[in-house]
């Protein structure tokens, strides 16, 4: 088996983790639920299924990006990062 894979986490890990960032963000904000579905326009029972389950479309997952102020972060997920310097390759 190739090892490349060993460290490789679930789809079902990476959905857990990004359902946990919202949930962490929407409490910091003091954001219920119902006002995040009343906000975003995504029912309160796909928001519940979404934090607890970890499933949501990805329509759904963007307008709750976007009612919490992350929508930057959605568009800038597949961005490459361009280096000027080795420095800034040696320090990120």
Known sequence: MNNQ???QKTPNEIA???ADK???HR???KISQEVLAQKSGVSLGSIKRFETKYEIALQSFI???IALN?????ENLFTTKTYTSIDEVING
């Open 22 to 24: 919202i949930k962490e």
């Open 16 to 18: 857990k983790s990004l």
């Open 70 to 74: 992350l929508d930057s972060d959605i």
């Open 5 to 7: 894979f060993l460290n």
């Open 27 to 29: 409490k910091n904000l």
């Open 63 to 65: 307008k709750i990006a």
